[in-house]
């Protein structure tokens, strides 16, 4: 190589060796740091595996009343996520030690990074919601029947949460479900209606069609879909003697799922039924939400 060429070339290596630095310094500089830790005492945890579910009962370290707080988590987390001091379940533990209250034992329950309750159907990955109430049953025969039932859930687990709680109703006192996946339209829907679903409801077009997909991978048809859909469920017709558990149901008008427009409905129909609801709209973004009045929402009284 010419002394030229050769100057030219350690010249530009340089120039390219000081821009990738200059870029790594800049995606270190304009990233967050860290986390806001939420400040509360964790709760001891205690983590076991019933067949193919996981799951960790938390009580806290100042005592706790008789009754079980089940908790579904969201996509992408597991089974222990409530001790976690950067997530939603921190603070409303947290906020249950502020008030001096003893909460319910919280009882997490996991099938894995994304799982679906659906009744068996035509779907390989459907018979999910059968299967949890035979290990919730062992899990309280385990560890002991709770004085009553509560039911919490985020995003997917939002969605579950309202599937297993509208299921069985006699079963659960209170069921809470944070942005949960409900929508109007089925995910069987001609592609025309569900584009207009994501036009109206403002949720990110990937999102969107990834939530449709997975949908399918759990339910066969739109029969199968409205066997679990909460807007379907809602309208069931009990009877007198079974109870309604309290619903309490929180979204962001923002949320990138299009969750907002369906949580809306659910309410509006759980309320003219005759349901005892709390509905919290939130001015934000998906999972957004009023910790303070969830946490006493999931308090006796």
């Not at 709680?165 to 809470?176: C, D, F, I, M, N």
């Not at 996946?181 to 592609?191: E, K, R």
């Not at 069609?209 to 066969?220: H, I």
């Not at 369906?262 to 609801?277: I, P, V």
């Amino acid at each position: 190589m010419k002394p030229r060429r050769r100057t030219l070339f350690f010249v530009a290596s340089a120039l390219l060796l000081l821009a990738g630095i200059c870029w790594v310094c800049w995606i270190r500089w304009s990233q967050p740091w860290g986390d806001q830790a939420v400040k509360f005492t964790p709760a001891r945890q205690e983590c076991r595996q019933e067949g193919q579910l996981r799951y960790c009962i938390n009580r806290d370290a100042g005592g706790v009343n008789g009754d079980w707080l089940y908790h579904l988590h969201g996509r992408k987390l597991d089974e222990t996520i409530w001790n976690d001091p950067s997530y939603m379940t921190a603070m409303i533990q947290g906020v249950w030690q502020q008030m001096g209250q003893r909460p319910p034992t919280v009882v997490t329950l996991s099938y894995g990074p994304v799982w679906l309750l659906t009744q068996k159907g035509k779907a390989e990955a459907s018979g999910l919601l059968e299967q949890i109430h035979t290990d919730m049953a062992a899990i309280e025969a385990r560890h002991g029947r709770p004085a009553r039932r509560l039911l919490l859930g985020e995003s997917m687990g939002g969605l579950n949460a309202l599937i297993l709680g509208l299921s069985q109703p006699e079963r659960y006192t209170k069921v809470a479900a944070l942005c949960p996946g409900v929508y109007v339209d089925s995910p069987f829907a001609p592609l025309s209606q569900l584009m207009a679903a994501l036009e109206r409801t403002g949720a990110d077009p990937k999102i969107g069609f990834g939530v449709f997909r997975l949908a399918r991978q759990y339910v066969a048809d739109d029969a199968e879909w409205q066997r679990v859909s909460p807007l379907a469920l809602i309208e069931q017709d009990l009877p007198a003697s079974i109870s309604r558990p309290q619903l309490y149901v929180s979204n962001g008008l923002y949320d990138r799922y299009g969750n907002f427009e369906g949580s809306q409905r659910l309410m509006e129909r759980a309320r003219a039924l005759g349901w005892q609801t709390e509905w919290h709209p939130i001015y934000g973004g998906h999972c957004a939400s009023d910790i303070a009045s969830l946490a006493r929402f999931l308090l006796p009284g």
